[in-house]
């Protein structure tokens, strides 16, 4: 079944206590993202990735990292966590291109940093 | 530069047509999208639109696009109990960076 999957989809830390939220894609997909899901504000896009080593920031990357060693994985690190990283994460991953291209979600990673 | 608005909640009984509206302000756009989240889950893509259309229609589902008013909706016709999500509509700025509103709560009543 092609998907993208996020582990751990729960986790509750404290402040400064290093964490990484894993995404993997088996579609073969060039494009891969993260997204973070705030009330009252939609997403907003953190990193992304056009292909294998190639990453750049979205919109809001401060406190966050990202890495793409491999096609498939696209991990989140938060290398100091805060309070205001409290927030629902998405990965997704889609094809390259100027047209239409179709977006995947993975099922998001609820962190409460306490 | 992208901003994309929605109202944030709906309500519709069950039978009824819903319709949701979106603003954007990038004229650049060339796909916008709308995306549906039930409880729990995460984005999936219901439908979208080329920029150069201005109707599109897949079965209960009717996309309107003004592009001179930058203004974009989502028509549910016989609107069902599960139905009931939040509705994202999105625009497609650089880098295929999807640009997304802040969504609005479709809540559907028996």
């Known amino acids: 079944e092609a998907q993208v999957t996020q582990n751990p989809r729960y986790l509750i830390t404290v402040t400064g206590k290093k964490l990484t939220v894993t995404c993997s894609q088996n579609m073969n997909h060039e494009y891969m993202s993260w997204y973070r899901q705030d009330p009252g504000l939609g997403l907003r896009q953190i990193y992304y990735?056009?292909?294998?080593?190639?990453?750049d920031k979205g919109d809001v990357p401060e406190g966050y990292k990202v890495s793409r060693k491999e096609k498939r994985n696209f991990p989140l690190i938060l290398e100091s966590p805060s309070p205001n990283q409290t927030s629902l994460y998405f990965c997704a991953s889609g094809t390259s291109g100027e047209f239409y291209n179709e977006q995947f979600f993975g099922p998001g990673t609820r962190l409460t940093v306490l | 530069g992208e901003d994309v608005e929605q109202s944030l909640f709906l309500s519709v009984r069950e039978g009824d047509s819903s319709v949701i509206n979106c603003t954007y302000t990038?004229?650049?756009?060339?796909?916008l999208y709308w995306y549906k989240q039930e409880p729990g889950a995460g984005l999936q893509l219901l439908t979208y639109i080329f920029s150069n259309m201005d109707m599109k229609q897949d079965q209960r589902l009717t996309v309107l696009l003004n592009k001179k008013d930058k203004h974009l909706s989502l028509r549910i016709a016989d609107t069902q109990t599960g139905d009931s999500a939040i509705y994202f509509c999105a625009e497609r700025g650089g880098f295929q960076k999807l640009v997304f509103g802040t969504g609005t709560r479709l809540l559907v009543s028996p």
């Open positions: 990735s056009m292909n294998v080593e190639v990453t």
């Open positions: 990038d004229s650049s756009s060339t796909y």
